[in-house]
Every structure is written in structure tokens, then in C-alpha cells.
């Protein structure tokens, strides 16, 4: 049985040999390959990216922010939401402002564009705490003290 | 006896997430399940091992990944 086929024929104009390595790399970028070993990182920010996690060679950027009256006065834009990652990449993130106190309540969080907070959890190590990503994005840590809400659909005291 | 065959509860954390639950039908463990999607906690009555046409006390108890915890307390017939 023969199968529908179509047909497009477009012409493709050679710009040069540009790699990836000859365009100019941003300021705090590093050059990432897709089958090595990756790691960035700074004072306060550390990011590990397992061999074979990336797609393709990349210029990783990492920026922060920081922000006023916040229970952790940094953002962290790590890269870009649009470069998927294939493996989990460990994120280390230095917390030495946040109360010893409040500690095993503070998780790493990726920031949506809604403003919505994704939890990633965290282990802490001394100031710091690391947690895994599945994505590149923006991540900046927060404080759970609120109990979950449990709230009865079909039951009233004394009565079903 | 009720004809209502389960009790039902919604149950949401709204960072860190749901870690445990638990359930508790005159002191004795009952199988409450978790439907995370529909954010859904319910218990489906057992006639093997709750006698009907009685009173009951109920106890719920649920955790978050950062050991927040609450719970709910009622007595109820079925």
C-alpha cells in the first residue's frame, strides 16, 4: 500500500564555520559540554551537572538578585527555562542568614512565571544547602511553618 | 448505618507538600488513601471492621515535608 508523500526543496546558504565556541561568551558564563562533567560556581552558588545531562554544548549563565525583605534576599536565575535537562543537576545555594532555628523548615523553591513556588527540598551542609533540579530556571530558597489543611467533605461532628 | 460508603477529606500543603497521613477510627489504624491529583484523603467504611449503628470517634493526622502537622477530631454514627 503506498503512503502519502510530500515534497519540499529549500536552499541552505553557509553563513562560515561559526561553532558554538567562536560566538562570544556572555559574562559569567562557562562553557558546558554535553558529555562531560559540569560545574559553576561562585561564593554563594554552586551548580553540578552530571555527564550526559545536557543535550547539546552549551554556555551556561548564572546570574542573582537580590531582593528586599525577603526571607532569603537572593534570586538565582540559573541558566534558562528553555535548555531542558535529561539527568538532575545538584544545586548547592549558601543560606548562612537564615535562623539555625528555621532551618529544617527552608527548601530550595523554583520560582514560576505565575509567581507559583515549586519545593525541591534541601539537605543542609554547614551554611549550605543543596538540593536537585529537573530544570534550569529561576530558584531563591523559603520557609514552611504552615500545616498542611485538612478539611472534611462529607462529615460534620456527630453526623454522616 | 449510614449509606455513605466513605469519608472523605481534602488535604493540601502548599509549599513543601503532603509527607504522611494517618487515620485513626476508635483508636485502631484505618486505610486512608491519598489522591494527590484531586488533593482527595478519604477512608472507605468497612463492614468487616466497624460496627454499624453505633457512635465513633475519628482522629486524622497529616504531615508536610518540613514536620508541619495537623489533624481532625470528630465522633460521628454510621
Do not use: C
Not at chain 1, 536537585?132 to 530556571?137: A, D, K, L, R, Y
Not at chain 2, 481534602?10 to 489522591?35: H, M, P
Amino acid at each position: 500500500m503506498a503512503g502519502n508523500e510530500a515534497v519540499l526543496e529549500f536552499a541552505v546558504e553557509d553563513v562560515g564555520r561559526n561553532t558554538l565556541s567562536s560566538f562570544m561568551v556572555p559574562d559569567h558564563a562557562a562553557k558546558f559540554g554535553w558529555n562531560t562533567v559540569n560545574r559553576y560556581a561562585t561564593s554563594s552558588f554552586e551548580i553540578s551537572i552530571p555527564r550526559g545531562a545536557l543535550y547539546e554544548d552549551v554556555f551556561f549563565n548564572y546570574s542573582a538578585d537580590n531582593v528586599k525583605n525577603a526571607f532569603y534576599p537572593v534570586i538565582h536565575y540559573v541558566h534558562d527555562s528553555i535548555t531542558p535537562l535529561h539527568r538532575q543537576a545538584s544545586v548547592t545555594v549558601k543560606a548562612d542568614m537564615i535562623p539555625v532555628g528555621l532551618r529544617d523548615k527552608t527548601m530550595i523553591v523554583k520560582l514560576g512565571g505565575n509567581g507559583m513556588k515549586t519545593s525541591r527540598g534541601g539537605t543542609w551542609n554547614g551554611d549550605f544547602i543543596t538540593a536537585g533540579i529537573n530544570e534550569f530556571g529561576v530558584y531563591t530558597l523559603d520557609v514552611d511553618t504552615v500545616p498542611p489543611v485538612l478539611r472534611p467533605v462529607n462529615i460534620s461532628l456527630e453526623k454522616i | 448505618m449510614s449509606n455513605l460508603h466513605s469519608i472523605r477529606f481534602t488535604l493540601d500543603d502548599k509549599l513543601s507538600g503532603v509527607a504522611s497521613y494517618n487515620g485513626y477510627i476508635d483508636n485502631q489504624w484505618v486505610l486512608f488513601e491519598y489522591d494527590p491529583k484531586n488533593k482527595l484523603l478519604f477512608y472507605t467504611f468497612d463492614k468487616e471492621r466497624l460496627q454499624g449503628g453505633k457512635m465513633h470517634e475519628l482522629e486524622v493526622y497529616a504531615e508536610d515535608m518540613t514536620e508541619n502537622k495537623t489533624m481532625y477530631h470528630s465522633t460521628f454514627i454510621w
